[in-house]
């Protein structure tokens, strides 16, 4: 089995679903939060040449420390540098408005994430249950070339901590809102830039309540055996009224609405809420071969779009 995660950190002594690096206590500064995850390592780029010994256009990036080779991109691509993604955080840190929850680096350095959360009140989903999401700001990068710079806002449900791949599936508001985050890194004036940064937390705030209350819909009704089977072969791609289709994940999704993480609590148990996060946790916790193999998918690959895919269509339904 290949070794995806090579380092991370989880600040606040919380252990990750996936059981993966190091747990700390508190949350760290930028440079201790850099060496604890791994990421202190600088991103250049080769040439390239044929056998015959011809360059070509494109360029390989490698890793300084190791000169290990990390993908092959095109003439102009520049690295963003694993510094630069934490120096992002550094207005929102020193601000008090953020602290550092993770950060690590996937696929010997080929992927890199950072995640801060927002000192923002937790939303309540379901009261009676203590269900609640907080608030978080994901940026994620690829040195590879595979995947692009994504940075938005993304809510984990605290029970099972399983939806950071959240931040890859934004919404319209929320697309304009990682735009001017990154925008806020570059600003020279440091009182402009943290106005600027409020109002980057308002609109966090605002699109989060928006959020909860998608998740409070959900709640609010009760899925039944026959509409659960159609949406798992819907969210799954399958038609939704062949009796043999996802015939083999059904069972598993089916247990985990019925016993997943905080899915049988009062005001969660049986409702199109339980069913959704019963595929999250399925998406998280046992597609796939390996826990980093999930952790990927998640972040970067199929799962992002099966994510956002349940909570659409499970909204369709719950409210047809």
């Known amino acids: 089995m290949s070794h995806e995660v090579e380092q991370m950190f989880s600040a606040g002594n919380i252990v990750p679903w996936h059981k993966l690096g190091n747990v700390i ?33 494109s360029r390989a990036t490698y890793r300084e420390d190791t000169g290990a080779i990390l993908g092959v991109v095109g003439s102009r691509y520049v690295p963003l540098q694993n510094t630069e993604a934490f120096e992002f955080y550094e207005p929102l840190i020193d601000s008090g408005l953020v602290t550092l929850e993770t950060a690590g680096s996937l696929k010997e350095g080929r992927r890199v994430w950072v995640l801060g959360k927002i000192n923002r009140e937790s939303l309540v989903i379901v ?14 990068n690829s040195h590879d070339g595979v995947t692009a710079i994504r940075c938005g806002f993304t809510p984990i449900r605290v029970v099972c901590w399983n939806t950071l791949s959240w931040a890859h599936s934004l919404a319209e508001n929320q697309e304009k809102a990682s735009g001017k985050l990154l925008r806020v890194v570059h600003s020279k004036n440091a009182t402009q830039a943290l106005s600027e940064i409020r109002d980057v937390m308002d609109l966090a ?3 989060f309540s928006a959020s909860a209350e998608q998740y409070k819909t959900l709640a ?37 609405v019925e016993c997943g993480a905080g899915n049988d609590r009062d005001g969660v148990r049986g409702t199109w809420w339980a069913a959704y996060n019963g595929v999250t946790e399925y998406l998280s916790h046992k597609r796939g071969s390996s826990d980093e193999s999930r952790l990927d998918s998640l972040w970067f690959g199929s799962g992002v779009t099966m994510n956002r895919k349940a909570l659409e ?8």
């Open 25 to 57: 206590e508190g949350a760290p500064s930028i440079k201790r939060g850099i060496m604890l995850s791994g990421l202190d390592f600088m991103v250049g780029t080769k040439p390239l040449f044929t056998a015959d010994g011809v360059e070509v256009t």
């Open 127 to 140: 009261p009676q249950a203590d269900d609640v999401i907080n608030q978080y700001i994901l940026l994620s």
């Open 205 to 207: 705030s605002s699109t």
């Open 220 to 256: 609010a009704h009760d899925v039944s055996e026959a509409d659960l089977k159609r949406y798992v072969r819907i969210v799954w791609g399958h038609n939704p009224d062949d009796e043999k289709a996802c015939k083999t994940i059904l069972p598993k999704i089916e247990e985990l």
């Open 313 to 320: 269509v499970g909204l369709e339904m719950a409210t047809a």
